[in-house]
């Protein structure tokens, strides 16, 4: 036991030495977050209102209440992104609209007491909004002129107080990242992955520099040759990917869910996959280069099907590919779904993913320990 | 005691066997000298004794016990010395040896301790916090003998310890291992340098195509060389002949200058004497001093291999 933590203790100091190693785990992910995360920000959703730009003309023909109330809806429902403007001339408006130029024209006829409503088909899910919000107020204010018309007695109504319509501050979307959210979240387990080569490199290099052997011809038991190095390992790399980790959560605040401690706990098991597979190619590996170009090109590949460079949702068949060997896949899969749904089914299915293919990865490096012949020659 | 004692080992690898019922017994207190040219078997015999590599046949016995399953307890008394540079180039001089020490079981005070007196050993001592990158190869030979030693093992293997070093870091070497030998450790060496062999190993096996052909003293091996004999002829500074024509008298089979002497080596049988005594006189070389030896190591070694221990 004593030995394990020898060799751990050694392989951190060695890690943490290598200065190359320690700003290429940390700045590089911190780097590619934040310019993801800013570049990209116009590309997602939550960053948006539901509603896009949107132009609405109305013209007022003649001079009364509900000209005066679907004023005031105009300023209460007036946003950003929602703009009225009153037109004085109503067939260049329609033409607007016809042109999709603008969402709706309202006209307000003062004399027949009636709102109209123009619009055009081809907006999508934006005008739907609007047309809904428009609706309910046409509808309102129609059904108070008629009661004013039926019971003029009472047309003490007043329209702007009776019109119960709703503030319209914001409409958002369902709880999604943004781009900073999701490239804070995808790129920290791409880069957890990218620490498969640390080991392997190590690996190699020691059966290149025979220290390997050395340890190998000592007393120590080689279950814990195998595990101090995993011990160290992983231990550096939770330093590594718990700095990246900590700058993405205090200074560029992504969404880590309510307690973040959940989604490091992910992480932390994909590290130690990451460290498991590592370890154990350099235990079968004796050119680096060969190992290095395997591992790079399975990074690539599992980081396009896990989601890392874009989100996958509504590919088709490209969003499910990743689940069948890609780490990040089930691992971004399962802190998506715990930090912006709260369901943890995932999230436990990857934890188990995670540790079941590390076992597999610990067992082979075992026997390949066995092997001294072949390690002694590699 | 035996510290080690091998009979009847075979190993093959491959179609080639690498270790041909080779058998040894090196007693405690011994320097035992493996010689033998490039793939003869060597390096595989020391694999085996250190368990790096498994036998396909034959006995083993190290401090007496025999080995059906190394235990810790044996593995603890041995050091080894690879051939190889086996060390940490980001590791400091002292964090190495005390890394390598403590798989052997060393720990706290005695590990730091243990470490320094070795470090002091091998003439590192002011370097402990440097690092090997910044080493001389001379230096990192050493470095790599220390974290074999620290634990100061009963048993100590070197396979070659003194490849591709200057002539002062060889000798400080040299002497560390007589010194090692001299604190009660049995050594096993294997090297190229004959020199070595002769100047500091008590017996020699000679091993040849994965078989122990030769095996005693320097002076044993020597005499087994029955077919030779050694002139050495000492002449006046600043005059030299051509070895060419000396190699041309009838019987001779080589020769050597240094210094002003000329090592000439002949067919016992051959009457080359005297035709070498006229052949200096013939070129006006007066003669200072002749002596007749036994030949050297190297000569044994290739009248018995058939081959120079460099090849």
């Known amino acids: ?378 | 005691m035996s510290i080690v004692k091998v009979k009847q080992l075979v190993k093959k690898i491959g179609d080639t066997t690498a270790v041909d019922h080779v058998d040894l017994d090196i007693q405690a207190g011994e320097i035992y000298g493996l010689l033998g040219p490039n793939g003869a078997g060597k390096t595989t015999v020391i694999n085996i004794l250190c368990d790096m590599v498994k036998k396909d046949s034959g006995e083993l016995w190290i401090f007496d016990k025999k080995i059906e399953k190394w235990k810790e307890s044996i593995k603890k008394a041995v050091g080894v010395v690879p051939q190889h540079i086996a060390i940490y180039n980001d590791l400091s001089a002292i964090e190495n040896i005390m890394f390598f020490a403590s798989l052997y079981g060393l720990k706290g005070e005695q590990l730091k301790e243990s470490s320094l007196e070795t470090l002091r050993f091998v003439g590192l001592y002011d370097q402990q916090k440097a690092y090997p990158k910044t080493f001389s190869g001379g230096m990192k030979r050493r470095l790599n003998i220390a974290c074999a030693i620290a634990h100061h093992p009963q048993l100590i293997i070197m396979d070659e310890p003194t490849v591709g070093i200057d002539p002062q870091s060889r000798s400080h070497i040299l002497k560390s291992v007589k010194k090692l030998n001299d604190m009660g450790s049995t050594i096993i060496y294997t090297t190229h340098y004959m020199e070595e062999a002769e100047h500091i190993c008590s017996r020699i096996g000679i091993i040849d195509h994965g078989k122990i052909i030769a095996e005693g003293t320097s002076q044993d091996l020597q005499s087994i060389v029955t077919d030779r004999k050694s002139i050495l002829i000492q002449t006046e500074i600043g005059k030299e002949i051509s070895l060419e024509g000396i190699k041309n008298i009838k019987g001779v089979l080589s020769v050597t200058f240094n210094d002003n002497r000329y090592a000439i080596e002949c067919l016992k049988e051959s009457q080359c004497f005297s035709d070498i005594l006229t052949y200096f006189t013939q070129k006006n070389m007066i003669i200072k001093d002749i002596k007749m030896q036994t030949v050297s190591l190297e000569s044994a070694f290739l009248s018995l291999t058939g081959r120079r221990l460099r090849d």
């Open chain 1, 1 to 378: 036991m004593r030995s394990l933590l020898q060799i751990a203790k050694k392989e951190l100091k060695q890690n943490i030495r290598d200065i190359k190693i320690t700003i290429i785990m940390t700045l590089i992910p911190i780097a590619v977050i934040l310019i993801m995360g800013v570049a990209l920000s116009s590309l997602f959703s939550g960053e948006q209102s539901a509603i896009s730009h949107a132009q609405i003309d109305y013209f007022i023909l003649g001079d009364g209440e509900l000209s005066r109330a679907f004023e005031t809806f105009a300023d209460t429902v007036s946003m950003e992104n929602i703009h009225f403007s009153q037109t004085n001339h109503k067939e260049p408006s329609i033409q607007q609209v016809k042109n999709n130029k603008n969402y709706y024209l309202v006209e307000i006829d003062e004399h027949q007491r009636v709102l109209k409503l123009y619009k055009n088909n081809r907006q999508g899910a934006s005008a739907s909004i609007i047309e809904g919000v428009m609706n309910t107020f046409i509808t309102h204010s129609n059904m108070l002129q008629e009661v004013n018309r039926i019971d003029p007695l009472h047309g003490g109504i007043d329209f702007e107080r009776g019109m119960n319509y709703t503030t319209l501050k914001s409409v958002e979307k369902a709880n999604t990242p943004s781009a900073m959210d999701y490239y804070g979240v995808v790129m920290c387990t791409l880069f957890v992955l990218y620490n498969i080569s640390i080991p392997l490199t190590r690996m190699i290099n020691e059966k290149k520099n025979k220290t390997l052997a050395r340890m190998l011809v000592s007393p120590i038991n080689k279950k814990y040759l195998l595990f101090g190095k995993l011990v160290g390992g992983v231990g550096v790399t939770s330093v590594h990917i718990g700095i990246v980790l900590i700058t993405t959560l205090l200074i560029f605040n992504v969404n880590w869910g309510s307690n973040p401690l959940y989604a490091f706990l992910l992480i932390f098991t994909q590290i130690v996959l990451a460290i498991c597979i590592g370890v154990c190619l350099g235990f079968i590996f004796d050119s680096e280069g060969k190992a290095i170009a395997l591992i790079n090109v399975f990074i690539v590949i599992a980081a396009f099907f896990g989601g890392s460079y874009m989100p996958l949702e509504g590919m088709g068949v490209l969003e499910q590919i990743g689940r069948w060997f890609s780490p990040l896949w089930w691992t971004n899969r399962g802190l998506l779904s715990m930090i912006y749904t709260g369901q943890m089914t995932f999230y436990y299915e990857a934890i188990a993913i995670n540790l079941g293919i590390a076992a597999v990865f610990i067992m082979i490096a075992a026997w390949r320990t066995t092997r001294k012949e072949e390690l002694l020659n590699g």
